[in-house]
């Protein structure tokens, strides 16, 4: 089963709006990570938070994690028509296994 | 600096052929090396893993296998494809495990037909 499972799995918004997407998982971690898959490409990493962290950011990214809840947030503030693309989180469920949830799929709409 | 190669881009192989997708990584050594399948508008699913050179993990049975003859190799192979293989095969790599940055080839669309 997925480590990490996000949600929404599809989010539309105007440009300038922000948008906000949320991971949960099912074990404890040591961080977790975020991920950006523009349409048939490999992803790149965004940022990520270890578990003794709270909030991080990182231009327009804000990340949070809640590890009593075993949940992370993904906020991208005053979207725009190039942040288009799936949104990963990756959990690790063993010393050398990352996994990832089915993604977001986010479109920004110019 | 790190970068990882995949290739090919692109292919169309008949059902019953075989496959061979080569990954390589530069600039690094000792790496963890991953291959994922994507199918279309999914999550990734771990095929295979390595932490070392003849080191192969599989995480889900089937037609597929993998192999690492080099430290910085990671080969995905098939010896009789089937329609149900085709998807996108992403490569990967990070150093350390539990939780370092994974990188991620540009992959590769395989379509079986």
């Known amino acids: 089963s997925q480590q990490g499972e996000e949600d929404p799995q599809a989010l539309s918004i105007q440009e300038g709006e922000n948008a906000t997407m949320n991971c949960s998982y099912k074990t404890s971690i040591n961080n977790l990570q975020w991920y950006r898959q523009n349409s048939g490409r490999g992803l790149v990493h965004l940022i990520l938070?270890?578990?003794?962290?709270r909030e991080k950011h990182s231009g327009r990214l804000r990340v949070t994690l809640d590890t009593s809840k075993k949940s992370s947030s993904l906020l991208i503030t005053a979207s725009r028509a190039a942040d288009t693309a799936s949104y990963f989180c990756?959990?690790?469920?063993?010393?050398?296994?990352?996994?990832f949830g089915r993604g977001t799929s986010l479109i920004v709409h110019p | 600096s790190q970068t990882i190669h995949q290739w090919p881009a692109t292919l169309v192989q008949p059902v019953g052929s075989p496959l061979s997708l080569e990954c390589t990584v530069e600039g690094t050594s000792n790496p963890n090396l991953y291959w994922y399948r994507q199918a279309a508008g999914r999550g990734l699913q771990l095929l295979f893993y390595s932490v070392g050179i003849g080191q192969i993990s599989s995480e889900v049975p089937q037609n597929l296998s993998a192999s690492r003859p080099q430290d910085r190799q990671f080969i995905l192979s098939s010896k009789k494809l089937l329609l149900s293989d085709s998807g996108f095969y992403l490569c990967?790599?990070?150093?350390?495990?539990?939780?370092?940055?994974?990188?991620f080839g540009e992959g590769s669309w395989l379509t079986v037909v």
């Open positions: 990756a959990t690790w469920g063993g010393s050398y296994i990352p996994t």
């Open positions: 990967a790599w990070e150093t350390g495990g539990d939780g370092n940055t994974i990188y």
């Open positions: 938070i270890r578990s003794n962290e």
